[in-house]
């Protein structure tokens, strides 16, 4: 079971930017394809942006297309969430987590999360 650790949020102010980090323990990171979610106050998480093992996929809600990019580092067994433009409604704990790219499914645990605040 890979373990999951994710960093880099904060307060930020709207229309800035942050970048979020995410750790993942074991030697086979460049077989796991990755994502990003977020959680609102509220019961449901929502998917916000999927990486293919090789990094050569992509895909984001439509929220945040054109202001977020995902990438990775296998080499250093990190997973990126680079956040620009942000808005309030982008305020969330955010999650990364192991999926299958093509499907959707959830494949690891949750880590901690990171707070991201934005304030308008």
């Known amino acids: 079971q890979v373990q999951l650790v994710e960093s880099g949020g904060g307060l930020v102010q709207a229309g800035g930017s942050l970048r979020l980090s995410c750790a993942a323990s074991g030697r086979t990171f460049s077989t796991y394809d990755m994502a990003w979610f977020r959680q609102a106050p509220g019961p449901e998480r929502e998917f916000v942006a999927g990486?293919?093992?090789?990094?050569?996929?992509?895909r984001y809600t439509d929220s945040v297309k054109g202001r977020f990019m995902i990438s990775r580092d296998n080499a250093k067994n990190t997973v990126f969430l680079q956040m620009n433009s942000l808005k309030p409604e982008d305020t969330a704990v955010y999650y990364c987590?192991?999926?299958?790219?093509?499907?959707?499914?959830?494949?690891?645990?949750w880590g901690q999360g990171t707070q991201v605040t934005v304030s308008s």
């Open positions: 987590a192991r999926i299958n790219y093509a499907s959707g499914a959830l494949l690891s645990s």
């Open positions: 990486i293919s093992m090789s990094g050569g996929g992509t």
